[in-house]
């Protein structure tokens, strides 16, 4: 079974400073794509980002951007310029052409400080 | 307009009562899912329905039981609830498997 780890319950920054959130998974697939949501206190989730595992290139949306480390099984998330509206829980996730399934990992709580 | 609903926001029930969680989405999505959030904010999936059809059923208590009479609906109904049953359950969908999941903003079900 597929599974994805984020080893960072807890993380805070400063306002505009930059942070990184990390991600493992591990799977036999070759076929599949990872993403990155953010759950604010208003409890609703919202993508944040979406890679696909075939690409080298790493994806960035504004002023979020991945680490993609395919064999290394990797998959951060940089935010820079860290604003006070992303204080929110991230939750890493992974789905493969297999199990059509979405798998989140426990995700990290970040608070971003004035 | 949302593009998936779910109904209630929030639900209070007592232990041992039955009750139902309606989800719609307006976006055309083929597969819709019911994930469960427990008290220590892991999501975990339930099931997916994929053109009426269950795809997936994850070894979650047969109290719990999805139903959809229609594409754009996915309701998940509870049988005897248990105090454990507390969580916040979210419905989703997506186009297709390696798209993005849409997600409705969850209902807080809490069992006393």
């Known amino acids: 079974a597929q599974t994805v780890t984020q080893s960072q319950p807890e993380m805070s920054v400063q306002e505009a400073e930059t942070v990184t959130l990390s991600c493992t998974y591990d799977t036999s697939e070759n076929n599949y794509y990872l993403f990155w949501y953010k759950q604010p206190p208003s409890r609703q989730m919202i993508l944040v980002i979406r890679?696909?595992?075939?690409?080298?290139q790493n994806a960035t949306e504004n002023r979020f951007s991945v680490n993609f480390q395919k064999a290394a099984k990797s998959f951060s998330l940089k935010i820079s310029d860290s604003q006070l509206g992303d204080t929110a829980m991230y939750f890493c996730a992974f789905v493969d052409h297999n199990n059509n399934d979405m798998r989140f990992g426990a995700g990290t709580r970040l608070t971003v400080k004035p | 307009d949302t593009a998936v609903s779910q109904t209630p926001k929030y639900l209070v029930t007592q232990m041992g009562n039955d009750k139902s969680i309606k989800c719609e989405q307006n976006?055309?999505?083929?597969?819709m899912y019911w994930y469960k959030q427990d008290s220590k904010k892991f999501l975990k999936i339930m099931f997916s329905?994929?053109?009426?059809?269950?795809?997936i059923n994850e070894t979650v208590p047969n109290r719990f039981s999805p139903k959809s009479p229609d594409k754009a609906h996915l309701n998940l109904h509870i049988n005897s609830l248990e105090l454990g049953d507390s969580a916040v359950y979210f419905c989703?969908?997506?186009?297709?498997?390696?798209?993005?999941?849409?997600f409705g903003s969850g209902t807080q079900l809490s069992v006393l």
């Open positions: 329905y994929n053109n009426k059809e269950l795809i």
């Open positions: 989703a969908s997506s186009q297709d498997w390696d798209e993005k999941l849409f």
């Open positions: 890679q696909e595992a075939y690409k080298q």
């Open positions: 976006l055309g999505h083929d597969t």
